[in-house]
């Protein structure tokens, strides 16, 4: 799903001057497990985020607050508190820009991606990186917060242990990395 606000009209005082700097919003949700999460987000972060206390002063601190309240606000609308069970079982990755005056923030939950064209398209710069748990980075942060980082061609059923074989899928198939517990193959950090 997809979501945009240009010109965002946000006033903000400065040295006791009204100033009103130009910001745009470009928002890509990429759900999974379902259509709950990516259309939460697609109608309310950008609440968050303008919202925020910090907005647009300090744009870095606003979207780590509108990241955190929109998990919380959508978290208490997926859980039936009475029954202590998840009504919604959907997530989402987001891809966010962000853009103030002639800053842009780049923000990425996730495994979507970014690139910008440069020389009328000649040449593409990736401008985000990949959550992925087995990216060096992710996976010393995943381990030290308790959790694993496995490779999935591996299955318990029944108590058996079966290995699954990437060439019996294809010549470039290859299983995914994933964080244990949970099984998600893509990590995120706040």
């Known amino acids: 799903l997809v979501k945009t606000i240009v010109n965002y009209p946000k006033k903000i005082i400065v040295k006791g001057k009204t100033i009103s700097p130009r910001i745009s919003y470009f928002g890509i949700f990429d759900g999974h497990g379902g259509q709950g999460c990516s259309e939460f987000l697609t109608n309310y972060l950008d609440y968050f985020l303008f ?13 780590k607050e509108a990241f955190r309240n929109a998990e919380k606000a959508f978290m208490e609308r997926a859980i039936d508190k009475t029954q202590n ?34 020389d009328s398209g000649e040449n593409l710069y990736q ?28 299955f318990n059923i029944d108590g058996k242990e079966i290995v699954l074989k990437e060439s019996d899928y294809g010549e470039n198939f290859k299983f995914p990395y994933r964080v244990m517990p949970g099984g998600i193959s893509v990590s995120i950090f706040l």
């Open 51 to 63: 919202n925020s206390k910090y907005f647009p002063a300090s744009p870095i601190q606003a979207i």
């Open 127 to 154: 401008i985000t990186r990949d959550h992925k748990p087995n990216d060096s980075i992710e996976k010393r942060r995943i381990e030290q917060s308790g959790a694993k980082v496995v490779y999935a061609n591996t």
């Open 85 to 118: 069970y998840l009504v919604d079982q959907s997530g989402s990755c987001a891809l966010v820009m962000l853009i103030i005056n002639d800053i842009l923030y780049a923000i990425n939950l996730g495994d979507s991606r970014a690139l910008m064209s440069a």
